[in-house]
């Protein structure tokens, strides 16, 4: 299991604490949606992951790069994917914007549309059937559900409860994360499950969401690797018979 989380500069903590935070909480790997944190770990030229590698020897960990893309409007969201996708290895679109909502689904160079109901902006059986034909992830934020208080916890609740029953109804694929900015707001999967539970999700659902963040990792590398051509297609040498 995976958790994405946002390292210094955009977040809190290092890469290193929270690989090692997440280790020890029980997580394989961890998506680090802040690209400067790495970039900082390659070096100059961007090419050396040797302190990366190092780190996920070290913790006994996976590191998978990936960028959040948090744009205005589709327009700047569209030049910023294109910009970003060659580069990473997931590639998230913030929503809560009816708009950049919508972009997000419809675009399958988008991995995850995260935090769709943040803002103001809806998502509807339109956009669950696009996410599901494109196989663009839905994220389920429970960082409002474990940190949040009061009305607002409420809210979040709410807002997650609706948004599944439109995924699950359309089978549109998901993700699950805690939002972690700090190692300090990690959870490990079995917390997340059983504060899911509580609030009356079901936690196989759960656990395959939080899975999820891997399976993404795992496809892409293998799209960007040298021998794939397309589904099912590898370049290689092959024996003919004589």
């Known amino acids: ?30 998506v680090v949606r802040t690209p400067e944190a790495l970039a900082d770990l390659r070096g100059d030229d961007g090419d050396h ?12 960990i996976d590191i998978v790069d990936a960028v959040e893309i948090d744009a205005a409007d589709p327009g700047a969201a569209g030049g910023a994917v294109g910009a970003h996708r060659s580069d990473h290895t997931i590639v998230c679109v913030v929503g809560g914007d009816d ?31 696009a996410a599901r034909d494109n ?21 979040a609740l709410a807002e997650l409860r609706k948004l599944r029953e439109i995924v699950t109804y359309y089978d549109a694929p998901h ?6 900015a700090s190692h300090l707001e990690l959870r490990a999967p079995r917390e997340l499950v059983a504060v899911a539970e509580t609030a009356g999700f079901d936690p ?27 589904p099912g297609v590898r370049r290689g040498r092959y024996e003919t018979e004589r």
């Open 49 to 60: 992951d040797d302190l990366i590698d190092a780190l996920c020897a070290e913790y006994g």
């Open 175 to 180: 993700v699950v994360s805690a939002n972690a």
């Open 135 to 155: 196989d663009v992830h839905v994220e389920f934020d429970l960082g409002p559900v474990l940190r949040a208080t009061g009305g607002q916890r409420v809210q």
């Open 99 to 129: 708009r950049l909502n919508r972009y997000a689904v419809e675009e399958p160079r988008v991995d995850v549309l995260v935090r769709p109901v943040e803002g103001n902006g809806d998502f509807n059986h339109v956009l669950a059937k």
């Open 204 to 230: 196989e659902w759960i656990r395959e969401g939080i899975r999820a963040w891997s399976e993404i990792a795992e496809r892409n590398r293998e799209r960007r690797s040298e021998s794939f051509i397309q």
């Open 1 to 30: 299991m995976y958790e994405a989380v946002h390292a210094y500069p955009d977040g809190e903590t290092t890469v290193a604490r929270f690989a090692s935070t997440a280790a020890r909480y029980g997580y394989d790997g961890i």
